[in-house]
């Protein structure tokens, strides 16, 4: 069963409506002779039909989803033409060259263009020799452009990254809001708004900007199988980060820092180590970011160690890894940067590697806006973030809960805390005494790490300074690691026995914990782990296949030398998945390479007798 649902990837055409069985049966054409796909994913068909049928629709699909084929099949099904707005300039231009490898026109025009380019593109649009048109916002405003769509008979806009328009969402443009008057320039054509983030008042505040009057919401589900998802305590961080390079050993990777000293530093030890490492961050000139992501891109470098600067507009199918060496400030932006993981559907890994002290620093940065308003939203979505993070439940649990979506399994088998195996509950009661009373006697007017100093009977400056040396709750949990004491502190408020203030951190203590230092309440929890357990592996999206790996190094190899010759990254040729099916299959003729995933007529004209001479050899 495929992931549609139906065996032979589609439903019957008789158990759809008869006015709609011609639009379905040509958007099938088009995935399975253009693009080489045999069957939807879930929502695309339903999307396509409705865009089709000329209705609004507002669509929520993750990263990796297919969002794309929703707008470029109605494209090229539709006699005028298609303009997709986005403020991805950097994605653009790659948009545009996958379309072009698939047989599609399409150009672009925004501010990265020469004159000369830009001017080129505007005859073509005249001549009626583009289908799928690219515009930045600020593109699309101006006049001229607006002269020349309206000179063109403009069938379908599309509006990507539509969570820009909401002021409630993560990345507020306001350039998106004049998207509703541009919408009233060409009544005849339908709108299609995409984003991959979107909580349910982000999605009301949309519809109500573009003026949708019988908008269609289509909410894929979050879930994004394939990605593991694990957070551990930040305590060695450049040996936890080699860690997961050793296990994804030459593959692609993006590891986000908080600060632009922090990516330079981090780049400089992976360097020292042997990694080959680019840094990212808007104190580098516009011309070393661009190549040093054009470098990622096209897989010359298989590591971006970069701020939340990078990757708006990365469409790289192949990352097996992302790494947040310090806290987000939200989980849309989390949500998001884990995204650019495992696009083509394989396993990929997330990993959060979550300290205290980086809340501080988030904190800090709140604390300058001098909007309360602002400063209010930005702890809301820190609070969620760091609940996330200390949570012992499964992990897609709070992650998709928070954009309005229950995720109904008990363990989803691939985050850290359903991987491992079921722990038994044992009594925390005499630890978390210990801690509450730490708490107590210490005047409830200090975080984490000075209640586990004075726990540990440590003798540093700020325990001495404040006498707490002396009280008769010194030293008492010194046979407790500090890591283990961090592990029960984090059941600890996920239990209620303490809250957190938001300022600096302070532990209060709870009504309930009154009851446990009474000896009114037991605490049950769990113990910490003796070591840390090689944690399981997401599944991808297709069936476990063997093939050979030298071939399969062989066909990469092949790739990246045609992709380096037209210019292009690699994944514009073929995904990893195709080639991975290739290897697999090992197609003998163009009738047996026609079958492979992602291979359509033109692919297979250009590509098909280059890749079976590989094969062959």
Not at 223 to 246: C, G, H, M, S, T
């Amino acid at each position: 069963m495929n992931a549609g649902g139906f065996m032979n990837g589609w439903p019957p055409l008789k158990d759809t409506l008869k006015e709609d069985r011609p639009l379905l049966a040509r958007a099938r054409q088009c995935l399975r002779e253009v693009f080489g796909y045999s069957s939807f994913r879930p929502l695309q068909e339903e999307c396509i039909l409705s865009v089709l049928k000329k209705q609004d629709t507002l669509l929520l699909m993750p990263t990796g989803g297919g969002k794309s084929l929703c707008y470029q099949i109605p494209a090229l099904i539709f006699p005028g033409l298609t303009v997709v707005v986005s403020p991805l300039i950097a994605l653009m231009q790659d948009q545009v060259d996958q379309l072009k490898a698939w047989g599609v026109e399409a150009e672009v025009l925004n501010s990265s263009l020469s004159l000369e380019a830009y001017r080129m593109n505007q005859l073509l649009v005249r001549a009626g020799r583009v289908k799928v048109l690219f515009l930045a916002p600020e593109t699309l405003m101006k006049e001229d452009v607006l002269n020349l769509l309206e000179e063109a008979v403009v069938d379908f806009l599309v509006i990507d990254e539509a969570h820009c328009i909401s002021e409630w969402g993560h990345d507020f443009r306001p350039e998106y809001r004049q998207l509703a008057a541009v919408r009233e320039r060409f009544p005849q054509a339908v709108c299609l708004a995409v984003t991959a983030t979107a909580t349910p008042r982000v999605r009301e505040d949309i519809v109500r900007s573009l003026r949708f009057s019988k908008a269609r919401q289509m909410v894929a589900s979050f879930n994004r199988p394939n990605l593991f998802y694990e957070v551990l305590p930040k305590q060695r961080p450049l040996a936890q980060v080699i860690d997961v390079l050793k296990r994804f050993a030459g593959q692609s990777g993006i590891i986000y820092c908080f600060s632009r000293r922090q990516v330079d530093d981090l780049t400089r030890h992976l360097r020292q180590a042997g990694y080959h490492a680019l840094p990212y961050h808007a104190g580098l000139g516009d011309a070393v970011r661009r190549r040093h992501q054009q470098r990622f891109i096209r897989d010359d470098v298989p590591i971006m160690v970069a701020t939340i600067a990078f990757g708006m507009g990365i469409n790289k199918p192949n990352v097996r890894f992302v790494i947040h060496y310090d806290i987000p400030r939200n989980i849309e932006s989390y949500y998001q940067e884990t995204g650019r993981a495992g696009r083509d559907g394989l396993p990929a890994h997330c990993l959060l590697l979550f300290g205290y002290g980086d809340i501080r620093k988030v904190r800090f940065f709140i604390d300058q806006k001098e909007d309360k308003q602002e400063r209010r939203v930005a702890l809301g979505h820190l609070d969620a973030m760091v609940a996330y993070a200390e949570t012992r439940q499964c992990r897609r649990k709070p992650l998709l809960g928070y954009f309005g979506e229950t995720f109904a399994q008990e363990r989803c088998g691939v985050c850290d805390n359903c991987a491992r195996p079921r722990q038994e509950e044992v009594d925390l009661t005499p630890p978390a005494r210990k801690f509450l009373a730490c708490v107590a006697r210490t005047g409830q007017r200090f975080g984490a790490k000075h209640v586990i100093d004075v726990l540990r009977g440590s003798r540093c400056q700020k325990v001495l300074q404040y006498e707490h040396q002396d009280l008769d709750v010194y030293a008492i949990g010194r046979d407790v690691s500090a890591r283990a004491w961090q592990f029960f502190l984090r059941q600890f408020l996920e239990k209620g026995l303490l809250r957190k203030e938001e300022e600096f951190g302070v532990l209060k203590l709870t009504p309930r914990a009154v009851a446990v230092l009474k000896n009114q309440e037991k605490v049950m929890g769990y113990a910490p782990p003796a070591e840390r357990k090689e944690a399981g592996r997401p599944k991808g999206d297709v069936e476990e296949r063997t093939y050979d790996e030298t071939l399969l190094r062989r066909l990469k190899a092949k790739r990246k030398a045609l992709a380096d010759q037209q210019g292009v990254p690699p994944y514009v040729i073929f995904s990893d998945k195709s080639l991975i099916d290739m290897a697999s299959r090992r197609p003998r003729d163009l009738m047996e390479f026609a079958r492979v995933f992602g291979v359509g007529q033109k692919k297979l004209e250009v590509y098909g007798r280059v890749f079976l001479e590989v094969l062959a050899q």
